[in-house]
């Protein structure tokens, strides 16, 4: 599904990703790990068109899109998630998730699609229905995490890029939307690009990774693999996390 081939993204002269390749298949997910800094966060821009690399390739579904504007990429197919959530808190719940759809809403035969698609958001997240009409300033956040996955679903994407999805929520409530995660690759079919600090829950839900360090991919393979690997353990698999999502 998708494919990048030796893509180069700079911030100014800063060179932030270099010659990265890697590549999707179809309904799998993929998580990209590595320390603060390493360019994970890049990699997930330049997918979406935030941030293009300025040479190299990317492909999604045979299509060149390295060079395509972000609300291109969108109506293609990919959704991202940012770290932080990034939610519009003076509106609705449902008013945040409609404005995930806003490709669609000229098109008036779209109308029942995008009230189907909300649908099924609230029913990953039943919480979500309870506070549709509650500002989304007002939401924890865990809560706040949810909205922002909705969001993104709500342009029916087949790629859904995850920018630290766990960040900053309580460990019970981080398995959850772990949970969700795998359900949407298993049930829904969607692929899924996962950058995750928490190594360990990545690559359990995980079907490849790939390990990125100061702008490049320095390992690959299998997540089960990943994991029992000792340089990966050393590096990213800490003890008190272990013991943490074992519980």
Do not use: C
Request: charged fraction near 25%.
């Amino acid at each position: 599904m998708l494919k990048i081939k030796n893509i180069n993204t700079y911030y100014g002269q800063v060179h932030a990703l270099k010659n990265v390749s890697l590549h999707l298949n179809e309904g799998e997910i993929v998580t990209l790990i590595g320390a603060n800094g390493a360019g994970k966060t890049t990699l997930l821009n330049s997918l979406s068109g935030i941030v293009p690399p300025r040479s190299g390739e990317i492909l999604f579904r045979d299509l060149p899109i390295g060079s395509l504007a972000a609300h291109q990429i969108v109506k293609l197919g990919i959704s991202q998630v940012p770290e932080g959530r990034q939610i519009f808190k003076p509106l609705s719940v449902e008013d945040n998730l409609e404005l995930g759809a806003y490709l669609y809403h000229r098109a008036k035969k779209e109308k029942e699609q995008i009230k189907k698609t909300a649908e099924m958001v609230y029913e990953l997240f039943p919480i979500l229905r309870e506070r549709k009409k509650q500002l989304a300033g007002t939401l924890s956040g865990g809560e706040l995490q949810m909205l922002s996955i909705g969001r993104a679903l709500m342009a029916r994407p087949r790629l859904l890029l995850l920018d630290e999805p766990s960040m900053g929520l309580a460990p019970l409530i981080a398995q959850e939307i772990f949970q969700v995660i795998a359900g949407l690759s298993r049930e829904k079919s969607t692929t899924i690009l996962l950058v995750e600090q928490n190594a360990r829950a990545a690559l359990k839900i995980a079907h490849r990774a790939y390990v990125l360090e100061t702008g490049r991919l320095i390992l690959e393979g299998m997540a089960a693999d990943l994991l029992e690997n000792k340089e990966v353990q050393r590096a990213y698999l800490g003890k008190e996390k272990k013991e943490i999502w074992e519980r």
